[in-house]
């Protein structure tokens, strides 16, 4: 990078189903008073605002528009970024940008969804062709029960290990004060919870989620100055996979998958291993059970046809040698705008040694976070604690 | 007097957008070939050889132009699969797919992409697997629009059984 | 196999169709609720500017200052633009020809847009004072002011 990047300060609200008492913007206020009363800064001296939404998941367009007052974008540039499941990640990757080209010393990055507000089925159904499979569409939920299912036959996995994942992620979210679905579940449970989509249950899900993150970007000398515990962004990288060709659920497909080339890019540029050892901890997008034991594999965190082992023997449990999502991650807690840049407002706090309840009980150096958007493409952030 | 809980006003708002879509040159030849001949066609990269469905014009991996047509196969392998249990609305019909039904992802003989559709099965676990070979069928010609759904649904070939290593948790009970 | 045949550009019309509900928040709930049940106009005051902004907002956009003093606007104002409208579409909550226009209320810096009746679109002028006329059935949505008319 031409400059180097720091996040210097980030909230977030918590997170529910109903958040009647707040519109849009008063919610997603919320969450950049905290990031500013974090980074000790006032709206003024922010040169930027960029706003991540999925827009039209609540019902609303030209989300960025209408929440000037809200969000502090009055008078300043700025844009919005819509992206999918990655956005939150995407408008991370784009304030880092605007401050490491030089032309922007203070960026605020501000992500929200209100889902309950909208037809996120409806929404989405525009992603899918309108001759090719529009017609069939609304169902995120068909495509990872298809990951799951190809995935089972393939390395022999049973329901049971993508219980165990649902477990994890509740357990985790219970920890966090500001997660969602804070639930006290056990395999059983998950095992007994409704079936969805064959092997989907609903607790091998993500609910839909009221929220907003907003994280304070900022070039070096800004962050040595104003931040005691700046976390540095030393890598980021995107992959798109092609239209129509849905890979990333064939468990045993060779061919150079979005999820893989993005994580090997971003290896390349650290100089990255073994990345189990390299990381100290990892906040993935993980919007149904498969997707983490899936993403285990692609992030070569273990061999393929390995990843329901991880889960099996605990490795990736937040007092395990690879913690995976202490936050609960995106199964616990998806407000979709926001969820992305939630995985790297998380890892920050792991960093900074903040994350309270859900820190991981080791010392955190480095970590790792990916998004994952439909139609199939990965956005991956690297951060340090030092610049070394 | 109690506290009234207060009171927080919210506005119902139904947005209907209508738009027209144009098929484009490769999907076109694809939907009438399947409409009128009952043909299903694919594309081959002449650089990397992946035989493309639905045809498209260029190659993504390889950034060349796709001009060989091939015509594939009715019958393939089942790849992946779901049993649906949720009403999914049909957003270009608005009327929900009734539950439950078998969804799998099936790849055609002779090609590289798979096709997802509808498998007319009975939703049982211990009647769908992931290697089943199934065929397509076809709508009758003069119900056929130039559409995808111009396929019926995906149905198995006869005489096969699951295989035992893929039975799993509570396999009899959906 | 190559191209040997010409097919007829294919196009297809569809439509979708999103149900949503939008939460008005706290400053909105207030406004609605004093609107419905006392024909009320409410305004939120920002100290700091020393303005009164209509719609009511929790943040003001120029100092980012919390808002909270709600003050009570118009319900009479002064028409600052205004349009015939000769056009329908399905969003119109009125068939054409109708004339919109933004009102700024008295003790508001902000005007409100709304609809203008009762007058002859010749007679209609910039600067020209109006008042209100609420709906006999108030829900709690914007057009419990049916429009505004010339005093």
């Known amino acids: 990078m031409k400059r180097n990047v720091a996040i210097i300060g980030g909230g977030q609200t918590y997170h529910a189903a109903r958040r009647h008492d707040v519109n849009q913007v008063e919610m997603t206020n919320e969450a950049i008073r905290r990031a500013l009363d974090d980074a000790q800064m006032t709206i003024d001296e922010i040169d930027a605002v960029l706003v991540s939404n999925m827009e039209f998941f609540e019902g609303t367009h030209m989300t960025d528009c209408w929440m000037v007052d809200g969000s502090g974008a009055y008078g300043k540039p700025g844009l919005k970024i819509t992206t999918g499941g990655t956005v ?301 | 007097m109690a506290k009234k809980e207060k009171e927080l006003i919210s506005v119902p708002i139904t947005v209907d957008v209508p738009y027209r879509f144009a098929a484009g040159k490769y999907m076109t030849k694809f939907l009438m070939e399947l409409k009128n001949n009952g043909k299903i066609l694919a594309i081959k990269c002449p650089k990397c050889g992946r035989v493309q469905l639905p045809p498209r014009i260029v190659c993504a991996a390889c950034h060349v132009k796709n001009d060989e047509w091939v015509e594939l196969s009715n019958e393939g392998t089942l790849v992946g699969f779901t049993i649906m249990y949720i009403p999914l609305t049909d957003p270009t019909t608005g009327k929900p797919h009734k539950p439950p039904f078998v969804y799998g992802s099936v790849r055609l003989d002779g090609a590289t992409s798979v096709l997802d559709h509808l498998v007319n099965i009975e939703p049982t676990m211990d009647k769908v697997w992931v290697g089943m070979r199934c065929k397509v069928v076809l709508r009758p010609q003069k119900d056929r629009i130039g559409d995808l759904s111009d396929i019926r649904y995906l149905e198995p070939l006869p005489g096969q059984k699951k295989p035992r290593e893929q039975r799993s948790y509570k396999d009899k009970e959906q | 196999m190559t191209e040997d045949k010409a097919y007829e550009p294919f196009e297809v019309d569809q439509h979708i169709t999103a149900n949503s509900t939008y939460y008005a928040g706290d400053m909105g709930s207030r406004f609605y609720i004093a609107l419905r049940d006392k024909r009320k106009i409410l305004g939120v005051r920002c100290p700091k500017c020393n303005k009164v902004y209509w719609p009511p907002r929790s943040t003001c956009g120029i100092c980012f200052s919390k808002l909270s003093e709600m003050v009570e606007i118009g319900p009479c104002g002064t028409l600052e633009t205004f349009t015939l409208v000769t056009y329908s579409e399905p969003v119109h909550p009125r068939k054409a020809p109708f004339i919109y226009g933004i009102v700024k209320l008295d003790g508001a810096d902000t005007g409100m847009a709304h609809f203008i009746d009762e007058v002859d679109f010749s007679k209609i002028h910039i600067g020209m004072r109006v008042r209100p006329v609420f709906a006999k059935e108030r829900k709690g949505n914007i057009l419990d002011i049916q429009y505004f008319k010339p005093i």
Not at chain 1, 167 to 188: M, P, S
């Open chain 1, 88 to 388: 939150g990640a995407t408008t991370v990757c784009a304030g880092a940008h605007h401050v490491a080209s030089g032309l922007f010393d203070k960026v605020l990055c501000v992500a929200f969804e209100k889902q309950e507000e909208g037809d996120t089925g409806a929404i989405l159904s525009g992603v899918a062709h309108p001759l090719w499979g529009r017609s069939m569409a609304g169902a995120a939920v068909g495509y990872f029960a298809m990951m799951g299912s190809s995935y089972m036959a393939a390395w022999g996995a049973k329901e049971e290990h993508s219980a165990m994942v649902a477990v994890k992620a509740r357990q985790n979210a219970r920890k966090n004060k500001y997660a969602h679905l804070k639930l006290d579940i056990t395999i059983e449970d998950a095992l007994n919870s409704r079936m969805l989509s064959w092997p989907i249950r609903m607790l091998d899900m993500c609910p839909a989620s009221n929220g907003a993150c907003a994280m304070i970007l900022a070039d070096e000398k800004t962050a040595k100055d104003r931040c005691k515990k700046p976390v540095w962004i030393r890598a980021m990288e995107t992959a798109h996979n092609e239209q129509f060709e849905l890979d990333w659920r064939d468990a045993k497909t060779k061919r150079p998958i979005f999820s893989k080339v993005c994580a090997s890019r971003i290896y390349k540029k650290l100089g990255v291993k073994n990345p189990a050892k390299y990381f100290d901890v990892f906040e993935i997008y993980e919007p149904a059970t498969w997707t983490e034991i899936v993403w285990y594999e692609d992030l070569g965190l273990c061999k393929p046809g390995e990843g329901f082992r991880l889960i099996e023997k605990g490795m990736t449990n937040i007092d395990g040698p690879i913690p995976v999502n202490p936050s609960g991650g995106v199964l616990s807690t998806n407000c979709i705008g926001a969820s992305a840049m939630l995985r790297v407002w998380e890892a920050a706090l792991q960093i900074r040694g903040d994350a309270g309840g859900h820190q991981v009980p080791k010392d955190v150096n480095r970590a790792l976070t990916t998004a994952y958007g439909g139609t199939n493409w990965a956005v991956m952030t690297a951060l340090s604690k030092t610049l070394d």
